[in-house]
């Protein structure tokens, strides 16, 4: 039985090997064809894919494009994020004069001592990038 099957297996190989041996360029074609279809595929899937490059991305519809948080004090001093200059950058670019505008209206939002922060976020709903700012500080009585 096996043997019947290899010989069956060997003379349709080589029928198939005489076919192509007359008409190459069909056969290419075909296979440049089902290969483009194959790539085309596969960029289409990554493209509408919602998910980002990060393992813990929720991959959400329709997520936010940026997100306000307020801090006070008290969050203020358990974090372990410095802020240097009044902002912090992450991986997006404001022009100057937005960015300016945009940290003056989260000044005048965030709590005496504390901070307001920015967080752009990406299309999934992961964050992009963080703006903090610092609020309005409080001064401290003086004993004498």
């Known amino acids: ?53 990060n393992p813990n991305c929720r991959g959400l519809r329709k997520a936010a494009e940026f997100d306000i948080q307020l801090e006070t004090e008290e969050c203020v001093k358990n974090s372990n994020t410095l802020v240097k200059d009044g902002a912090k950058r992450g991986l997006f670019e404001l022009p100057p004069d937005h960015h300016k505008e945009l940290e003056t209206e989260l000044k005048k939002m965030a709590p005496v001592n504390g ?4 967080v752009f976020q990406a299309r999934c709903g992961c964050s992009v990038g963080r703006l903090e700012v610092p609020g309005p500080k409080k001064q401290r009585k003086v004993k004498k």
Do not use: H, Q
């Open 115 to 118: 901070r307001a922060v920015f």
């Open 1 to 53: 039985m096996s043997l019947k099957l290899i010989e069956l297996i060997e003379a349709a190989f080589y029928l198939f090997k005489e076919e192509i041996v007359r008409t190459p360029m069909i056969y290419a074609s075909i296979g440049l064809d089902f290969s483009c279809a194959a790539i085309a595929t596969w960029i289409l899937l990554l493209c509408t894919n919602r998910k980002c490059r």
